[in-house]
């Protein structure tokens, strides 16, 4: 459970018993409910973490919505694009084992997160690991409903495959960029679960390299 469920539920307890004592005691249930459902909507499961070399995992639980390649940092890279509905766990991890490298912070509009615009107009975090010679990119984005993005880890620390690293406050979604050479292992439709469904798995920048190198070679004869 995220500490933040009891800190709502706390709040709409207190006010069940106010408005259970001032009014009539059946307007408390109104609260009571709510109690109970942020308690059930920040909850924390624990999850199984693949250790296969190269995973990739799902920042995110949620519905695989679009698989894309775009252009990022001048690079060509696969974005997997997953939103997360106010019933799915809302607690984000990390992708890959590797070390932070960038935290920025973008402002921005609050459009359904489902439209793809939302995922350079919206309000986001956006994350840079570099963990066994790739850069994997995941942004924390803002939806509809969403009003706070958290992310607790700093530049320089040291993450593992799975960790938790944060949360976004009900709809939104999760985006994750990695190298467009990456075996894909999902596909639109997908439902995903954070820290244990795997996404793609990365090749190597060494066996990237010597790939390239036997390409030009028989290029070459």
Do not use: C
């Not at 069940?16 to 001032?22: E, S, T, Y």
């Not at 973490?49 to 920042?59: E, H, K, L, T």
């Not at 350079?120 to 850069?135: C, F, L, M, P, S």
């Amino acid at each position: 459970m995220v500490r933040d469920g009891y800190y709502y539920a706390l709040a709409l307890a207190a006010a069940a018993l106010l408005v259970g004592w001032f009014a009539r005691p059946v307007w408390a249930l109104i609260p009571v409910l709510l109690a109970l459902f942020f308690l059930w909507f920040f909850r924390d499961p624990e999850r199984a973490i693949p250790d296969a070399p190269g995973a990739v995992v799902s920042p995110g639980d949620g519905k695989v919505t679009e698989i894309s390649t775009v252009t990022e940092g001048g690079e060509k890279r696969a974005r997997i694009s997953i939103f997360l509905s106010v019933f799915d766990v809302h607690v984000n991890r990390s992708p890959i084992a590797g070390t932070v490298r960038d935290v920025r912070y973008q402002r921005g509009k609050f459009l359904n997160a489902m439209n793809q615009a939302s995922a350079e107009q919206n309000e986001q975090n956006i994350v840079r690991v570099e963990g066994e010679g790739q850069i994997v990119i995941f942004k924390q984005i803002a939806g509809l409903l969403a009003r706070r993005i958290v992310f607790y880890p700093k530049v320089g620390d040291r993450l593992e495959r799975g960790q938790r690293v944060g949360l976004i406050k009900f709809g939104s979604r999760v985006d994750v960029l990695f190298d467009s050479a990456a075996a894909m292992q999902v596909k639109v439709g997908d439902r995903v679960r954070g820290g244990a469904s795997v996404l793609a798995h990365l090749q190597p920048k060494g066996e990237l390299a010597s790939a390239g190198r036997q390409a030009a070679e028989g290029r070459l004869r």
